[in-house]
């Protein structure tokens, strides 16, 4: 069994022999749904796009588009940067 606890920021530690069964990577996406009670991640493939919704950005609303893996961890970086 592979019990992890789920901290105040909702954040987890996926174990390691998980980690390496599916091959995630540092800066992997993975792609979470709930089926029957279970929690269901899958890793993303980074020819995979992510649908994202429209967001209102300094009074203007930013149109919807594609994202690829890539894009997403490239902003994610970039943000955690900035902290």
Do not use: F, H, K, Y
């Amino acid at each position: 069994m592979n019990a992890t606890e789920l901290r105040s920021r909702r954040q987890i530690t996926l174990p390691a022999d998980v980690c390496e069964a599916i091959g995630l990577s540092v800066t992997d996406l993975v792609d979470w749904s709930c089926e029957g009670g279970r929690i269901i991640g899958r890793r993303l493939e980074t020819s995979e796009s992510l649908p994202v919704t429209p967001v209102r950005r300094q009074g203007r609303l930013m149109l919807p588009r594609m994202l690829d893996g890539a894009e997403i961890a490239q902003a994610v970086r970039r943000d955690r940067d900035a902290r």
